[in-house]
């Protein structure tokens, strides 16, 4: 870690959100947020959160009742909840540099929050690499991802770009995520169907605190290393349909978890499962496309690059579909001059 002081302690971040291949459920440790799993994802090149922070003296002084941090999302207020997990985030950098100050925190994200397309994960990762440049530090990217995981687990998979995995540490030190293969490296693409911009009910940091009441959840993780290998194996030979396959049955394995822990979690609603079911019958008309569904209603649709067409068309006959966003292989969390204040 260098430090490099500068008199203005602002910095803007910009984080793509990641889609897992393979999903983190369930943790080792609930407060350094270890997961029980190793986990391979994909950063998105177009669900994107930008973020401001900047450390001042000034926000002791302009809200003495109140001496907390500020705290936006989309020019509006956030949850009490959320919002400590913000200030939490920002008294792990104070304690890293020699910053006392309060700060305010401005962020924005181009897609609707709390719906299963991983907000937190594009949020912790842009506000630690904010709030780090603000606080006039300089961390590698496996500080970076180790400092993001602790604010939301899957934003350690957000620092790096293209193809990624979380590797299973024990500790905190190990558990941080690295790219495996570069955006360009293999050209798919991850369609998500909007039904709804509601957010979900329940949080998925509450999810995986009851996970290991799933009586299937010890039988999961005992395959987790096989399935993670075989993901990597499938990017590396750019095995599409191979791939797919294995998408397709780990998500399925993820939420049949959920449905069977205590107390129990349905994260679809009727659209997400006559997506699912649409794909099947794409697949038989000659489209090879492949569903993944985290804690959302949203479901994200796998296809090459040349046939993002097609799907689309297809998509849009869709009942109660509201949105459709295209996301190819992005680059990861980076700095940006353009300031939200
Ligand atoms: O990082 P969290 O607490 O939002 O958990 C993410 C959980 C899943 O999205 C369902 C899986 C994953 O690996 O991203």
Redesign the pocket.
Known sequence: MNKVRTSVLKATAIAPS???F????GRKDNIL?L?ANG?I?MTLSDLLTTTTVEFSPAYERSSPSDKKDQVTINGGGIEEGEEMRVIKHLDRVRKLSDINFKAKVASKNNFPAGT?L?S??SGFAALTLAAISAAGLRLSDKELSILARQG????C?SIPGGFVE?LNGDTSETSYATQIFPSDYWDIADVVAIFTEEKKEV???T??EAAQSSPFFKTRIAGMKQKNEEFKRFIKQRNFEKFGQLLEREALE?HAITLTQNPYLIYWTAGTLATMKKTAVLRNKGLPVYFTV??GQNIHLFVEGKNIKRLVSELKKLEGIKNIIINKPGEGTRLSENHLF
């Open positions: 990641n889609i897992a393979s999903k983190y459920w947020r997961p986990s994802s299963g991983a937190s994960a939301s687990g899957s934003a998979r979380w949080s998925s940091s999810g995986h993820f985290d804690t």
